[in-house]
C-alpha cells in the first residue's frame, strides 16, 4: 500500500510539466485541475505513487514533456484571471 502520491500538473498546449509535490490526499489538486479544464484551459494533471524508483521529483520525467518550473502558479493565476473575468461579466449581466 502507498502512502504518498506525486501531485504533477502538465501544460498540455506548451507540453511542459512540474512535479507540485506529494499528498496523502490528491483530491484538492484534482478538483482544481478540472477547473482549469472547465475554464478552458489545455491542462491534465498526474498522480502517481511514490516508489523507490521515484522517490525524489528529480528523477520523474514525462515523454514529450519539458519541466517547467513555476508552471503550477502560471496556470492558476491564469485560472483565477479567468474566473475574474467571468464574475465581472455576470456581475454586468444582473445590474442591466
Known sequence: MYTKSWQIIKDDTTKTFEVCG???????????VLGMQRVGMNVSCVITPITNKNASRTTLQIQGYTTEEGLQERLVKRYREVMMGSIDEDLEDFEE
Do not use: D
Open 22 to 32: 506529494q499528498e496523502f490526499n490528491t483530491g484538492g489538486f484534482e478538483n482544481r
